[in-house]
């Protein structure tokens, strides 16, 4: 596919003088609008947008969904700055109410709790095909959903390996780093750590409001207590709880000897699919390191906060026993439900990882997480 895009898409330095307001161009006639995006969206798409284009070995499908993913996000940047002027400033500045943040490592099995907590009548959790493409309940949803299904297949035919890993569904629950502006998962496509360390200083707070923001512009009539998730939540506590005032968190809690490895695997297939060469030992070690310092700013922020706030999840408890673990989560957040849970399907391949492949061994994990480690107890086993 690469081979093949390459002579449309240039060689890869030729989108590199390319401005980001080229791209606000293109969102402003998807939109149909004049208006422009104000200066701090788009100054900070900018650095995300630059990252890219100047990161090393980007492939010409990278370049292409790269460009795509920021147009998209402009896009949806403009259409806010459109329902905003609708709205009062009370109406604009009110936060999502008593949502519902599932947290914790990556591959620790959020998504699995993330869908069973979504079964519950009083949760309402957004689906891919609201996240690529928010719009109010409703509104436009077969094109949508179609479009969120060719994203889905796209996906699984570029990366078969996905199907094992993370299996994509327009209609179903998925992360919602298609809202948040800035994150972690930016890193997942294309190595940009430049972008990371700007990451490291900025507050998400402002972040956080405009992601509660394309929630409510979501809902019609009475207001949805939405259930969200993303691992990239970790890194963001703080913020959250200054952003979402009664947000609870959900932390589910996995040995990180099992979760980094298998989170390398995911994130060598979706870089795979972005650049033509992946580094595997530097993937491990960023990704260490990455994931080390978000459980350190994620335990620092529950130390400042209430401790009703957190409800604790074993991931051993989680598989064991999914419904009656996610019932006891349901309940702790008053609510009677025992949710349904869906049979495995048994034409998935098994996802297989080790720590070696990615340059790690047991010893560093242990030592970069004993802190997390130390904290949680036997719930992380």
């Known amino acids: 596919m690469n081979t093949a895009l390459r002579p449309w898409a240039g060689e890869s330095r030729a989108w590199a003088g390319v401005p980001v307001s080229r791209l606000e161009e293109r969102a402003r006639a998807l939109e149909k609008t004049a208006r422009q995006v104000d200066p701090e969206f788009l100054g900070g798409m900018a650095m995300v947008w630059d990252a890219f284009a100047t990161a090393e070995n980007v492939s010409p499908l990278g370049r292409l969904a790269l460009r795509q993913d920021i147009v998209r996000r402009l896009a949806i940047r403009l259409r806010m700055q459109q329902e905003s002027a609708r709205w009062c400033d009370a109406v604009a500045a ?34 891919l095909y609201e996240l690529n493409d928010p719009r109010p309940r409703g509104t436009d949803e077969a094109r949508r959903i179609r479009r969120a299904h060719r994203i889905a297949q796209t996906t699984h035919a570029l990366a078969p390996a996905m199907r094992a890993m993370h299996p994509l569904d327009a209609r179903s629950p998925e992360e919602c780093s298609f809202l948040l502006p800035h994150g972690l998962f930016h890193h997942t496509r294309v190595r940009v750590p430049g972008y990371l360390r700007w990451l490291e200083s900025r507050d998400f707070t402002e972040d ?14 009475t207001p949805s207590r939405w259930v969200v998730k993303c691992p990239s939540h970790l890194w963001a506590l ?23 490895p298998s989170w390398c695997s995911l994130t060598e297939t979706t870089m795979g699919l972005h650049t033509d060469r992946v580094d ?3 993937l491990g070690q960023d990704w260490l390191r990455i994931w080390s310092q978000a459980t350190a700013r994620a335990t620092a922020a529950r130390q400042e906060a209430d401790p009703e706030r957190f409800i604790d999840v074993s991931y051993r408890d989680l598989v064991t026993d999914p419904a009656g673990t996610a019932a006891q989560v349901l309940a702790r957040l008053g609510m009677d439900h025992r949710p349904h849970v869906p049979a495995r399907d048994r034409r998935t391949p098994d996802h297989l990882y080790t720590l070696e492949r990615y340059g790690l061994d047991s010893a560093s994990v242990h030592r970069a997480f004993a802190d997390y480690l130390a904290s949680t107890g036997d719930a992380a086993d």
Do not use: K
């Open 238 to 260: 703080e913020a959250i709880f200054s952003a979402c005032p009664d947000a609870t968190v959900v932390w589910v809690h996995r040995n990180p000897q099992t979760t980094l």
């Open 94 to 127: 009110q936060p999502i109410h008593r949502p519902v943040f599932v947290v914790g490592l990556p591959r620790s099995g959020t998504t699995l709790l993330h869908r069973l907590l979504a079964d519950a009548p009083a949760l309402r959790a957004p689906r």
């Open 280 to 282: 595997l030992a530097l």
């Open 208 to 221: 956080y409001r405009y992601f509660g923001r394309q929630l409510r512009f979501m809902d019609t009539g």
